[in-house]
């Protein structure tokens, strides 16, 4: 009689821990995805406030040279399932006040690059009162003229 108790209690034990296993698997499913998108953003932002900044030359053309340089790069995430959207590019002369459309082109040596509006739509946690989505959003700075140091 305490054997066949013992075989419900195995089976018991083990539904527990394989229902464990798979709230286990679904969390880092989830969380992997996030990350992955969050470094695919990242990468994007750093790849586009570079070309930006190479563009700049201290005339509204070089801004639009920007502007356009950004455009270019390949803006796909979500494992290249997707497109970045509300990709904003904003400069400045001195890292403190950004502007899209700045008035005095001439001083502009930085660009920065965001992109805000990343939504990874999540599949696992959803089923234990998690959020539908995750907002994983990046930016980067770049400068045309970086500061050199001194020796």
């Not at 690059?113 to 999540?122: F, K, L, R, S």
Request: proline share 4%; hydrophobic share 50%.
């Amino acid at each position: 009689m305490r054997a066949s108790r013992q075989r419900g209690f195995v089976l018991i034990a083990m539904s527990i821990t394989m229902l464990l296993l798979l709230a286990v698997i679904g969390l880092a499913f989830d969380l992997g995805r996030v990350y992955i998108a969050r470094n695919e953003a990242q990468v994007f932002t750093d790849a586009a406030s570079m070309a930006a900044a190479s563009k700049i030359d201290g005339s509204e053309a070089g801004l639009d040279r920007a502007r356009a340089a950004v455009a270019q790069i390949p803006m796909h995430w979500n494992l290249g399932t997707r497109e970045f959207t509300g990709i904003v590019v904003e400069f400045s002369a001195d890292g403190t006040r950004w502007e899209k459309s700045p008035k005095d082109a001439s001083a502009m040596t930085m660009a920065r690059v965001t992109a805000p509006a990343n939504q990874v739509e999540i599949l696992f946690l959803r089923a234990v009162g998690g959020p539908d989505a995750f907002t994983v959003p990046a930016h980067s700075v770049a400068s045309s003229n970086p500061v050199r140091l001194v020796e």
